[in-house]
């Protein structure tokens, strides 16, 4: 096989693997997706090889190994640094729980092997010569740009209920077409989705929304009505997903995945709180929820401070000192990233992001947009407690009080006023601010 989208040394050990199994007298081929990948000139990240030898001889051929699935046939070899999954030809069948065989048996013959896969362009394999054996015409639909099933669609979805979600992701990610048998198959087996775990859903889910066209992937999941019917919540329609799909024209403009899941949130009018709950339902992980709703909390800041100070140029202070303030409490990170959503957001009208349309009508002002608060973040020159010039510990003893929630209070008043540039960051200035404030209280 001659590889050119594979790195120089695994494609050299891929081989190796081949010749091992070559000389015992076994069949070996590539197959899946590394021939997928490198048919259509995409980077080869992994390499599977499939072979008529048996786990056992596998494992004897090898003297560095891992069983790491021999129920089903598979063998991870390791060799020349990388590791390569080789499976024994085999066929499945009774599929009870939608998702995983309660039968394999071990064939003799590749082709069986090949029909057992789930599409076309996943049902190809090569052999060390270079070439292909592709009995459902792999090759042809990848030049066709089709995701299609091997065999009978609806057969394939039923017995792995898995392979409808990443039906679409090979669609969005590959940018190919979902041919219409497959489709209608998808659409009849799509309640089966309820039998998947929330985890492997979420996986599929995530490739699509990070990959590099996920504005077409919502578009497919919008259409297919395939999350509603999953175990995880997913309170939306086909029709509220598709709404939202349509607002996020800009979202593979994002790089950062945690933004592009804002993005989708916000189009689905998501609060904070309720994104929290949603990605948690989903499995994801505690950072990347965080991150989530921490960009979300940013957009209620702002659009709290929108509602609550008059529009006009008298107000205009009062919104940097409200904006700063959020900067504050949630993170520069945080701000930034809504910002960030709020430009590609395609449903974001400028009056919305930046001020209320009805009260700015007929006059001069210009509500702040989001270039004006990306300046405004920029020109503060603390962010953190950290960076304030005195400590809580400087603040209780110059003031010669016990310390108490007081300092925390005194502390993040001072950081506002240092942030807004109307205190400088001086030690001095900042302990005399202090005991006017506590001064002032306590009259």
């Given at each position: 096989?001659k590889?050119?989208?594979a790195?120089?040394g695994m494609?050299a050990?891929?081989d190796q693997?081949?010749?091992v199994?070559?000389?015992?007298?076994?069949?070996a081929y590539f197959?899946g997706?590394c021939?997928?990948d490198?048919?259509?000139?995409?980077?080869v990240?992994d390499?599977d090889?499939?072979t008529?030898?048996?786990p056992?001889?596998i494992?004897?051929?090898?003297?560095r190994c891992v069983?790491?699935?021999?129920a089903?046939?598979?063998?991870?070899?390791?060799?020349?640094?990388f590791?390569f999954?080789?499976?024994t030809y085999?066929?499945?069948s009774?599929y009870a729980?939608?998702r995983?065989?309660?039968?394999?048996?071990?064939?003799?013959?590749v082709?069986?092997d090949?029909?057992?896969?789930d599409?076309?362009?996943?049902a190809?394999?090569?052999?060390?010569d270079?070439?292909l054996?592709?009995p459902?015409?792999?090759a042809?639909?990848?030049?066709?740009?089709l995701?299609?099933?091997?065999g009978?669609?609806?057969?394939r979805?039923?017995?792995?209920?898995?392979?409808m979600?990443?039906c679409?992701?090979f669609?969005a990610?590959?940018?190919?077409?979902?041919a219409k048998?497959?489709w209608r198959g998808?659409?009849?087996?799509?309640?089966?989705?309820a039998?998947i775990?929330?985890?492997r859903?979420r996986s599929e889910?995530?490739?699509?929304?990070?990959?590099p066209h996920?504005?077409?992937?919502?578009?497919?999941?919008?259409?297919?009505g395939?999350?509603p019917?999953?175990?995880?919540p997913f309170p939306?329609?086909g029709?509220e997903?598709?709404?939202?799909?349509?607002?996020?024209?800009g979202i593979?403009?994002?790089?950062?995945?945690?933004l592009r899941?804002?993005?989708?949130?916000?189009a689905l009018?998501?609060?904070?709180?309720?994104?929290?709950?949603?990605l948690?339902?989903w499995?994801?992980?505690?950072a990347?929820r965080?991150a989530?709703?921490?960009?979300?909390r940013?957009?209620?800041?702002?659009?709290a401070?929108?509602?609550?100070v008059p529009?006009?140029p008298?107000g205009t202070?009062?919104?940097?000192?409200r904006?700063?303030?959020?900067v504050l409490?949630?993170g520069?990170?945080?701000a930034?990233?809504w910002?960030a959503?709020?430009d590609a957001?395609a449903a974001?009208?400028?009056?919305?992001?930046?001020?209320?349309p009805?009260?700015?009508?007929g006059?001069?002002y210009?509500?702040p947009?989001?270039?004006?608060?990306?300046a405004?973040?920029?020109?503060?020159p603390?962010?953190?407690?950290?960076e304030l010039?005195?400590?809580?510990?400087e603040l209780a003893?110059?003031?010669?009080?016990r310390?108490g929630?007081?300092?925390?209070e005194a502390?993040?008043?001072?950081?506002l006023?240092?942030?807004a540039?109307?205190?400088?960051?001086d030690p001095?200035?900042?302990?005399e601010?202090?005991q006017r404030?506590?001064?002032?209280?306590?009259?």
């Amino acid at each position: 096989m001659k590889w050119n989208m594979a790195p120089a040394g695994m494609a050299a050990a891929g081989d190796q693997v081949m010749a091992v199994l070559a000389a015992s007298g076994r069949e070996a081929y590539f197959v899946g997706g590394c021939i997928r990948d490198e048919l259509l000139g995409r980077p080869v990240h992994d390499i599977d090889l499939t072979t008529s030898a048996l786990p056992e001889e596998i494992m004897e051929a090898f003297p560095r190994c891992v069983p790491t699935g021999l129920a089903h046939g598979t063998v991870t070899v390791l060799q020349g640094g990388f590791s390569f999954e080789v499976t024994t030809y085999r066929t499945e069948s009774g599929y009870a729980d939608h998702r995983r065989p309660e039968h394999v048996a071990f064939v003799s013959d590749v082709k069986e092997d090949l029909r057992r896969r789930d599409f076309t362009i996943n049902a190809i394999c090569c052999g060390i010569d270079g070439r292909l054996l592709d009995p459902f015409g792999g090759a042809e639909d990848l030049q066709r740009r089709l995701v299609r099933c091997v065999g009978a669609a609806e057969e394939r979805f039923d017995e792995d209920a898995l392979r409808m979600l990443r039906c679409l992701r090979f669609a969005a990610v590959l940018d190919f077409r979902i041919a219409k048998n497959t489709w209608r198959g998808l659409l009849r087996q799509r309640d089966k989705l309820a039998h998947i775990a929330v985890e492997r859903m979420r996986s599929e889910v995530e490739r699509i929304v990070e990959g590099p066209h996920p504005g077409r992937g919502l578009a497919l999941i919008a259409r297919s009505g395939l999350l509603p019917r999953g175990k995880a919540p997913f309170p939306w329609t086909g029709a509220e997903l598709a709404a939202a799909a349509a607002q996020l024209a800009g979202i593979g403009e994002l790089q950062s995945a945690h933004l592009r899941w804002a993005l989708l949130l916000h189009a689905l009018e998501q609060s904070a709180a309720s994104a929290d709950e949603l990605l948690r339902a989903w499995t994801f992980p505690g950072a990347t929820r965080s991150a989530v709703a921490g960009v979300l909390r940013a957009r209620e800041a702002w659009h709290a401070a929108l509602a609550e100070v008059p529009p006009g140029p008298g107000g205009t202070e009062q919104l940097r000192r409200r904006w700063i303030a959020a900067v504050l409490g949630i993170g520069r990170a945080a701000a930034e990233g809504w910002l960030a959503v709020a430009d590609a957001s395609a449903a974001e009208s400028a009056a919305d992001v930046a001020g209320q349309p009805g009260d700015a009508a007929g006059s001069a002002y210009a509500p702040p947009d989001t270039a004006c608060l990306r300046a405004w973040i920029a020109a503060m020159p603390v962010y953190t407690l950290a960076e304030l010039a005195v400590t809580g510990g400087e603040l209780a003893s110059a003031l010669e009080k016990r310390p108490g929630p007081w300092v925390g209070e005194a502390l993040k008043r001072l950081l506002l006023e240092v942030a807004a540039g109307t205190l400088d960051n001086d030690p001095q200035i900042l302990l005399e601010q202090a005991q006017r404030m506590v001064g002032h209280e306590e009259q």
